[in-house]
């Protein structure tokens, strides 16, 4: 493996049947040094080599007049205490199931490599706590960053926690990339239907392979509020501050990650969160839907064509002829303010829908819910037959079209569904909520 | 080659008294923060502050392990202690990267460039590109649990004499959050000191005694010095020092940050070896084993005790346990370095690991309220002889049984010698134990930094621009300004080299005028208490240009200074209204000017060039501290010219 180098040093590796890990001698009229080679980012140059030095430190190395030497490798591989799972029947059954992203990468310690690469069994290795909270069985399903997600994997996880549960399991824990971990805990809202015990997506914002890693203490928070928390359903759970102290869980339909870095990337909009998590307690806030009754019942499909379009000054109308063209099903609209886009648009929407598409107004202000009785801009689209979408997120809008699409043909049948309150996303009020965004 | 030169030591204190010659090997580490405006990976500015912080978050740190599942020593060391860390900040000086909140920014290419400075002035060879790695610390003084570290540059080398002494390496590095507080459950850090930039330079293990080792960090500190770019003041400079002599083990000593004292931090390292394998050599003769961690419970002869320490132990619920040391019978006593005893050695890993506030034993009993014939109790109890030596403490009973195992671990390690440890020094120059020496470092790439090429346009320029150093500074003031050898060694010294310079050069000031000002009167204000740090170079040009111009007296640069320094932000015109200097418009002094010579024609008449002088000593009265003396001597003159030449008409 020879992974990021290209070009020259590329040459100059292969020409002397280096690998990564090696143990190299490189030398040049001023230096003489030993180290082990290191990969290499692929955005560096093709210019230097990178050498691990006795002392720990990473140097570049010019490969200008650079004399290489494979050198025999001391190292002996000695493989790690073998692992024993704890099992205590008399806990509340609690499956892992991984699909990658941040909490669950990897640092190679030869090569300092970080990779997204840990399992579900991996993180309860460096969690052993999570066994005094809960009976643990672990699921790898996936290994994709976040941004890789694409609707097909809503469905498999949703598949996957369905059979954890028909399994016996009294909560689920699902590892998941930050960054659309919302847009998932949407889909698998609406996918679990009479959802039975608490799906918890859980992430982290610091690698779990650095000390300060937010992961452990965002793991065991979920642990704990899938074994025994009162509600059953789809929340995130991430820190409720910068602090390692409390925890939010947020409901799936109303959550967004609304920083790029911190702990507390999570916000609930429109909404309260569903609970803090906190010195071993768990605090719900206003109503949930009750642990237990019922049998689950799946609806994983998702129609993939649906685009999410967002309204700004200039916003070409000839955007929207390749998406009609192509056949696409259903547009999102990020409107601005209570649901307006400029009158620009209005015969390229028309045409949308009198082409079959299924139009949905939600709004870029992200707080509020939208109103297009209040001017004219807006009454012309509801007159055309743009469907709104009350309060909910755009990017819930989004997924909930899709899974509407996928449940249903009949435009009627559309409308009806997407107006109807499946899971927690719309509501007919708007609470004043006048608490910190947790 | 460096011929390890035997050691002569000079007004040691002779605890150890034997024949051998013990090689000794010192190096230094000196780590220097340098004067960026900004820190190493994130916008905030440098500095560090005193008043209560806006905010404050909790946060904890766990252990990584590594692939081969082994923790560092080090690092579980400090993960045992399962503490909290809580994180101090300032909003407008504290950003969300130093609070983890945040990925780094790239590397300050300012500090990059000082510390390729300070290599080339010590011959070493750069990195042809600068990788940014990760080295575990959790002892919380990093919120990310690491040191971002990058090497710079390595083997050069400096001359002591005729001796090289190698520079192993440079390695540029953000400095750590600052200790505020410290109790067993939380440790309080403030954040405005984490990732200022510092310079770590490590020489080899080429030094041979604590007189070079001074003389060596003394070297290296002006070297730091003269690129003008390092931090000045208390904590900008520490200096770590890494002592071994023959049959013993490296040691290292943190943190001493008091140049005179490495000599004899270095001297007392190298009596507390010898000493310690002296008493390797006794417990051989006494066919001493290595004891047994088998801690006793001995509340019972204690119950009635009259110790002070254990009536309270014992009233809150405590035991006192203890462990025998077989054969160890008056070695506790032993002095290692002046004033410690071998018994402390065994009381700081007591204290560093069990958290207990120190331990009893009997080599320095009977005291503290304890009596012969509790210790005749505590001898029976544990079956002990003469010849052994008893550690007892009073504690919660799992402290104190974890304070005794480290007892007896460290005594198991007097059979081997001396163990490898990291110590902090006492004002004293003697040394205790810190915690153990971390494994080799566990380091790993700052995956979200670029990596840095070091081309050869940046080398050139390094190169073209390398700042003079001291010595040479100095003898050029003395050639070029005529400053005196003292002022001139004064000002070179200073932080103010390079404003003085700047000041003389670009507005015709003179030098020792300038030069004075900083040493003597900034100085003179600064021992009255006065922060002359606040004032702005900007602000003390202005002066100084004032009064060679004669608009400000040179008498009043003291007072205009204080008043600035106490009126942070206001100008020197609010300055010299404030303090009624220098608001003598023109045309008031000129009246005045020629008021006085109207009213004393007579005597000019009479007396010509020599009424000069008494009537300039009337002006000076009037006008002392606002305008300068020159400035009235011309007035003057230049009246009485025209007085004397317009009189006939």
Not at chain 1, 125 to 143: H, K, Y
Not at chain 2, 6 to 25: C, D, M, Q, T
Not at chain 2, 578 to 585: E, M
């Amino acid at each position: 493996m020879v992974s990021g180098y290209k070009g020259k040093v590329l040459e100059l590796i292969k020409k002397h049947g280096l690998e990564v890990g090696d143990r190299v001698l490189a030398k040049n009229e001023r230096i003489s040094f030993s180290g082990i080679l290191m990969p290499r980012s692929e955005l560096d140059d093709d210019q230097h080599l990178i050498l691990k030095l006795d002392d720990g430190y990473n140097i570049g190395l010019s490969i200008e007049g650079l004399v290489v030497q494979k050198l025999p490798s001391e190292e002996s591989k000695i493989s790690p205490p073998p692992f024993e799972a704890k099992s205590n029947p008399s806990l509340p059954k609690v499956s892992i199931i991984s699909t990658g992203g941040t909490i669950a990468s990897k640092v190679d310690y030869r090569t300092g490599a970080v990779s997204p690469a840990l399992s579900a069994r991996d993180l309860y290795q460096s969690v052993p706590e999570l066994g005094d909270l809960a009976d643990i069985r672990t699921e790898i399903l996936l290994s994709v960053l976040s941004e890789n997600i694409v609707p097909e994997n809503w469905g498999s996880m949703a598949r996957s926690v369905s059979n954890h549960i028909k399994d016996g399991a009294k909560g689920v824990v699902i590892t998941h990339g930050t960054d659309t971990m919302g847009y998932t805990a949407a889909a698998l809202s609406f996918a679990l239907s009479n959802l039975p015990v608490p799906v918890i997506l859980v992430g982290s914002q610091r690698s779990s392979d650095r000390p300060s890693s937010d992961a452990y203490l965002n793991l065991k928070g979920a642990v704990f509020a899938a074994a025994r928390a009162p509600f059953a359903e789809v929340g995130v759970l991430m820190h409720g501050g910068s602090s390692d102290s409390s925890l939010v869980v947020h409901r799936g339909t109303r959550v967004r990650k609304l920083h790029t870095s911190r702990r507390d990337a999570f916000a609930s909009v429109n909404a309260l969160p569903l609970a803090r998590v906190q010195d071993g307690k768990i605090e719900t806030y206003g109503g949930y839907r009750r642990r237990g009754g019922g049998e689950l019942e799946l609806k994983a499909n998702f129609e993939e064509d649906v685009v999410l379009i967002k309204s700004f000054p200039g916003v070409p109308p000839d955007i929207f002829d390749p998406v009609i063209h192509r056949g696409f099903r259903g547009i999102v609209l990020e409107g601005t303010g209570l649901g307006h886009l400029p009158e620009s648009l209005f015969p390229s929407i028309r045409r949308a829908i009198q082409s079959g598409l299924t139009v949905v107004m939600a709004s870029q202000c992200l707080y509020g819910r939208v109103n297009m009785n209040v001017y004219s801009t807006g009454r012309e689209l509801l007159n055309m037959g743009v469907i709104p979408a009350g309060d909910m997120l755009p990017e819930t809008a989004l997924v909930k079209l899709m899974w509407v699409l996928g449940q249903t043909d009949e435009p009627e049948k559309i409308r009806e569904l997407f107006l109807k309150n499946i899971a927690g996303e719309l509501s007919e009020r708007s609470d004043f909520i006048d608490v910190e965004r947790g | 080659m460096n011929g390890h030169e035997a050691f002569r030591g000079r007004n040691l204190p002779a605890l150890a008294v034997e024949s051998v010659n013990h090689h000794i090997k010192v190096g230094i580490e000196i780590h220097q923060q340098l004067d960026t405006p900004k820190k190493l990976f994130c916008g905030c500015p440098t500095v560090l502050r005193e008043e209560d912080p806006h905010f404050s978050i909790l946060r904890r740190l766990k252990p990584t392990y590594s692939e081969l599942g082994d923790l560092d020593r080090a690092a579980l060391f400090e993960s045992e202690r399962r503490r909290t860390f809580c994180y101090q900040g300032y909003n407008d000086t504290v950003c969300l990267v130093e609070l983890d909140e945040e990925p780094p920014h790239d590397l300050n290419r300012d500090a990059v460039s000082i510390s390729l400075t300070v290599a080339a002035l010590l011959n070493m060879t750069p990195v042809d590109e600068i990788h940014v790695m990760r080295k575990i610390v959790i002892d919380g003084s990093n919120t990310t649990g690491f040191q971002r570290t990058a090497k710079i540059a390595f083997d050069g080398w400096l001359m002591d004499g005729e001796e090289r002494i190698t520079m192993q390496s440079l390695c540029l590095e953000e400095d750590a959050a600052r200790k505020i507080s410290d109790t067993p459950e939380m440790m309080t850090y403030r954040l405005d000191r984490l990732g200022i930039p510092l310079v770590e330079i490590a020489t080899g293990p080429d030094i041979h005694s604590g007189e070079q080792a001074e003389r060596v960090a003394l070297q290296l500190g002006r070297i730091l010095k003269a690129t003008g770019r390092m931090k000045r003041g208390l904590g900008t400079i520490r200096q770590d020092l890494n002592i071994s002599i023959e049959g013993g083990t490296r040691i290292e000593v943190k943190g001493v940050q008091e140049l005179g004292l490495i000599s004899t931090v270095v001297e007392y390292e190298v009596t507390r070896q010898r000493n310690l394998l002296l008493l390797r050599e006794e417990l051989k003769r006494r066919g001493v084993t290595a004891p047994r961690p088998k801690v006793v419970d001995v509340t019972d002869v204690f119950s009635s005790s009259n110790g002070k320490v254990i009536k309270k132990a014992l009233e809150s619920g405590g035991r006192v346990q203890a462990v025998l040391l077989p054969g160890y019978g008056g070695l506790l006593k032993t002095e290692l370095q002046p004033g410690r005893r071998f018994g402390m050695e065994l009381s700081d890993h007591a204290k560093v690991f069990g958290g207990v506030g120190g331990i009893f034993h009997t080599d320095e009993l009977p005291a503290y309220g304890i009596t012969e014939e509790d210790l005749r109790g505590l001898r029976k109890k544990v079956s002990a002889t003469e010849n052994d030596a008893v550690v007892f403490v009073a504690a919660e009973a799992a402290v104190g049984s974890v304070a005794l195992n480290a007892v007896v671990m460290r005594a198991s390690e007097a059979l081997k010698g001396v163990p490898g440890e990291v110590r902090a020094f006492n004002p004293d120059g003697t040394t205790h134990f810190m915690r153990p020496m971390p494994g080799s470092a566990r380091m790993y790439p700052e995956t979200d930094v670029p990596s840095i090429v070091v081309g050869a346009d940046l080398l050139d320029k390094i190169r073209r621009d390398l700042p003079e150093l001291l010595e040479k500074r100095t003898e050029r003031y003395i050639k070029e300004y005529g400053l005196s050898k003292d002022l001139a060694a004064l000002i070179v010294d200073s932080p103010y080299a390079i404003t003085f310079e700047r000041l003389v050069k670009s507005d015709g000031l003179a030098p020792s005028f300038v030069a004075a000002t900083f040493e003597y009167t900034l100085k003179m204000l600064k021992r009255e208490g006065i922060d002359v740090e606040s004032l702005e170079e900007g602000q003390i040009r202005d002066v100084l240009i004032r009064v060679h111009k004669g608009e400000v007296a040179k008498e009043a640069v003291a007072e205009i200074f204080r008043w600035l320094a106490s009126n942070r932000g206001r100008s020197i015109e609010e300055a010299t209204r404030a303090l009624s200097l220098g608001a003598v418009d023109t045309a008031a002094l000129k009246a005045a000017v020629a008021e006085l010579v109207g009213r004393n024609m007579e005597r000019i008449r009479r007396d010509g060039e020599r009424a000069l002088s008494p009537l300039m000593g009337d002006l000076m009265k009037t006008f002392r501290g606002k305008v300068g003396g020159k400035v009235l001597h011309e007035l003057l003159k230049e009246e009485i010219r025209r007085r004397l030449e317009g009189a006939p008409r």
